[in-house]
């Protein structure tokens, strides 16, 4: 069975930095797309983050682009999502997920197969 579990969410500061972190088991991450997905109070979950299954390519939401960072860590069948400078629109429960291989490796929500429980990220400012 395919697990995904995400840690590291917490209170960060306005300009600081966060990193989570999706441990999975069951598979290899570079079986799938993975994608890291937030989703504020009274807002639709959006994708923010995507890697390639070789982990050669990367997508970005707009919002992120340039303070999100994410990888891929074959050794610890890992991935993360390096959070810098952060803003209050960084509020949300972020979600792991896992995109079975095929023609995108990035898309939306309905198209990825396993998901984490999420972790909470709050922005104080």
């Known amino acids: 069975q395919v697990r995904l579990e995400e840690s590291g969410g917490g209170l960060v500061q306005a300009g600081g930095s966060l990193r989570l972190s999706c441990a999975v088991s069951?598979?290899?991450?570079?079986?799938?797309?993975m994608g890291w997905f937030r989703q504020a109070p009274g807002k639709e979950r959006e994708l923010v983050a995507g890697l390639e299954w070789s982990g050669d390519s990367t997508y970005y939401a707009d919002s992120v682009k340039g303070r999100f960072t994410m990888s891929g860590d074959n050794a610890r069948n890992a991935v993360s999502l390096q959070m810098n400078n952060v803003n209050a629109e960084d509020t949300a429960v972020y979600y792991c997920?896992?995109?079975?291989?095929?023609?995108?490796?990035?898309?939306?929500?309905?198209?990825?197969?396993?998901w984490g429980q999420g972790t909470r990220v709050t922005v104080s400012s």
């Open positions: 069951g598979r290899s991450f570079s079986d799938f797309g």
């Open positions: 997920a896992a995109k079975s291989h095929g023609v995108t490796w990035y898309g939306p929500e309905d198209e990825y197969d396993y």
